[in-house]
């Protein structure tokens, strides 16, 4: 990926981030000539602060360098922030990992590959606290809508067994 793409995703979350409410800037130096090691996004709502690595592809598994993102994790604690790493695949939104989240390759570098972004990372309505990710299991057990109750069954069943009609049956359950 080019500087300059990545240079645009990266101003792409600092506004999308502005959009959600966040006080956000973009660390003027990241990723350039700087001795020090900042992160490239930092965000805050007054609830949440982030200190955010953000990465994009095309389509290939994104890497960072165990340097990366040890800095990252060093640059967050001693600023209160949580450490987060920010992937953009094209044609998909922005997901979110916590460092410890991420696959470690053998060489100590970390991967993230687009299914995985897919179905295990934080999206960033999620991530902005506008909702948030319920499995269908956990809806199940929550429960709630177990259903329709003993009166509907019998019209529908009624129904079924052509003893009523529907027009009828419509009146019944409103």
Same mark, same amino acid.
């Given at each position: 990926? @080019?500087q300059?793409? =990545?240079?645009?995703?990266?101003?792409?979350?600092?506004n $999308?981030?502005? &959009?959600?409410?966040?006080?956000?800037?973009r $660390?003027?130096a @990241?990723?350039? #000539?700087?001795e020090?090691?900042?992160?490239?996004?930092?965000?805050g /709502?007054?609830?949440?602060?982030? $200190? +955010?690595e #953000?990465?994009?592809?095309?389509?290939?598994? +994104?890497?960072?360098?165990?340097?990366?993102?040890?800095a990252?994790?060093?640059?967050a604690?001693?600023?209160?922030?949580?450490p987060? +790493?920010?992937?953009?695949?094209?044609?998909?939104?922005?997901?979110?990992?916590?460092?410890?989240d991420?696959?470690?390759?053998? =060489?100590?570098?970390y991967?993230v590959?687009? &299914?995985?972004?897919? #179905?295990d990372?934080?999206?960033?309505?999620?991530?902005?606290?506008?909702?948030?990710k319920?499995?269908?299991?956990?809806?199940a057990?929550?429960? =709630?809508?177990?259903?329709?109750?003993? /009166?509907?069954?019998r019209?529908?069943?009624?129904?079924a067994?052509?003893?009523?009609?529907? &027009?009828? #049956?419509?009146?019944?359950? &409103?």
């Open positions: 990926m @080019s300059a793409k =990545g240079d645009r995703r990266e101003r792409e979350l600092v $999308a981030l502005d &959009e959600a409410g966040f006080a956000v800037m $660390a003027p @990241s990723g350039s #000539a700087t020090r090691e900042l992160p490239d996004v930092l965000a /709502d007054g609830e949440r602060f982030y $200190a +955010i #953000a990465k994009s592809s095309a389509g290939d598994p +994104i890497y960072l360098t165990g340097e990366e993102v040890e990252l994790i060093y640059f604690q001693n600023f209160g922030a949580k987060r +790493i920010g992937v953009r695949f094209d044609r998909e939104d922005w997901y979110f990992f916590h460092p410890g991420l696959h470690v390759t053998d =060489g100590g570098n991967r590959k687009k &299914e995985t972004a897919l #179905a990372g934080t999206d960033f309505a999620e991530f902005t606290g506008r909702s948030e319920v499995t269908l299991e956990e809806a057990a929550a429960g =709630g809508d177990d259903g329709p109750d003993e /009166d509907t069954l019209v529908l069943d009624a129904v067994q052509g003893v009523m009609d529907v &027009e009828e #049956a419509a009146e019944l359950l &409103e």
